[in-house]
């Protein structure tokens, strides 16, 4: 009878491990499961490209975790999704994160894109005679409120001296319209970013003015709800790892990259050929002269009234995070 209880007290032990093994296999570092991670992403970037290659999945499905991809139009709805707890995780543009700060969103970056400050610029028609940043006063520039070219366009006005008030803005609500009123010359300049820019330059033959080198490094940002950061940094770091992967895999085959981009965006495979060529992929840690980075776009944002209060970038940013890769340090 004794052995007969020490047999089935063994048995019972050896059950509750494996049940303790297996919900610790699926796990974070914080001890609480993980069974689906949602991640946002946008058609054309680098989530896009992860999503393709299926790297993350595989390396995911070892610790019994599914990944679930969810489409956005705009970085904004994107934040605003990561806001609500509909996704996990997700990337948006530089000024998307500084608008949804001063809306009261509790960001979390997590992590930088590689800089890309030759996929954005500052157009004039081939025939103008407006030949630097300075010339642009008085002129008509094309541009939505609040993008990415919108901070490039202020910062290199403030280089030449003049301000919002030297320049007239005629703003857009997207690409297709911004390509439209430049292209009958309704305007004299236009603000634009890859891979709309490059498709522009392939139909028409604009002129870039200036693009972003020296003065902004147009980044994109990764970032996780505030929930998913506290509880899952081991899957984040995961998805770091794989991102790293495959854009080493963007780097090293873009031609291959660029058929693809054109086959999922459907646009012409040259215009993305010519987005991917200068464009280095990768993904970086947040340091403190990142902050700085984003800090100032905030700042010139609030000059220029486009954000009601001034907000401090640093209050949604960790450095030296647990989730962040050391291989990639």
């Not at 610790?24 to 570092?29: D, E, K, P, V």
Request: charged share 25%; aromatic share 8%; proline share 2%.
């Amino acid at each position: 009878m004794k052995k007969w209880l020490l047999s089935m007290i063994i048995v019972t032990f050896a059950i509750i491990l494996t049940a303790c093994n297996s919900e610790t296999s699926n796990s974070s570092s914080s001890g609480e499961k993980t069974e689906t991670v949602k991640i946002g992403y946008q058609k054309g970037n680098t989530l896009h490209i992860l999503k393709s290659l299926g790297y993350l999945e595989d390396e995911l499905k070892e610790e019994n975790i599914k990944v679930e991809w969810v489409e956005f139009p705009t970085g904004g709805a994107l934040l605003e999704a990561l806001n609500t707890n509909n996704i996990d995780f997700g990337h948006a543009a530089d000024a998307n994160a500084v608008f949804a700060q001063a809306a009261g969103m509790p960001l979390v970056y997590v992590a930088s894109e590689a800089p890309n400050p030759e996929g954005l610029a500052i157009l004039v028609h081939g025939d103008s005679d407006i030949k630097t940043a300075a010339d642009l006063k008085g002129k008509t520039i094309s541009i939505g409120k609040g993008w990415n070219s919108h901070y490039l366009l202020m910062k290199a006005l403030q280089k030449e001296g003049l301000t919002s008030a030297d320049v007239n803005f005629a703003y857009v609500k997207d690409a297709s319209e911004g390509r439209a009123a430049f292209e009958s010359k309704r305007v004299d300049a236009l603000g634009f970013w890859d891979p709309f820019l490059a498709v522009l330059q392939q139909d028409i033959n604009p002129k870039i003015l200036f693009n972003g080198e020296g003065f902004t490094n147009n980044r994109t940002y990764y970032f996780a709800s505030d929930d998913f950061s506290k509880k899952h940094t081991d899957v984040i770091k995961t998805i770091l790892e794989e991102l790293n992967k495959s854009d080493k895999w963007a780097n090293e085959n873009k031609e291959e990259l660029a058929k693809m981009l054109a086959d999922a965006l459907g646009i012409d495979e040259n215009a993305l050929k010519t987005t991917v060529e200068r464009k280095t992929y990768g993904v970086e840690e947040i340091t403190e002269s990142v902050v700085v980075e984003q800090q100032d776009i905030a700042d010139i944002f609030l000059q220029e009234k486009l954000i009601e209060d001034k907000i401090s970038v640093s209050d949604m940013v960790t450095l030296n995070p647990e989730w962040f890769p050391e291989s990639l340090e």
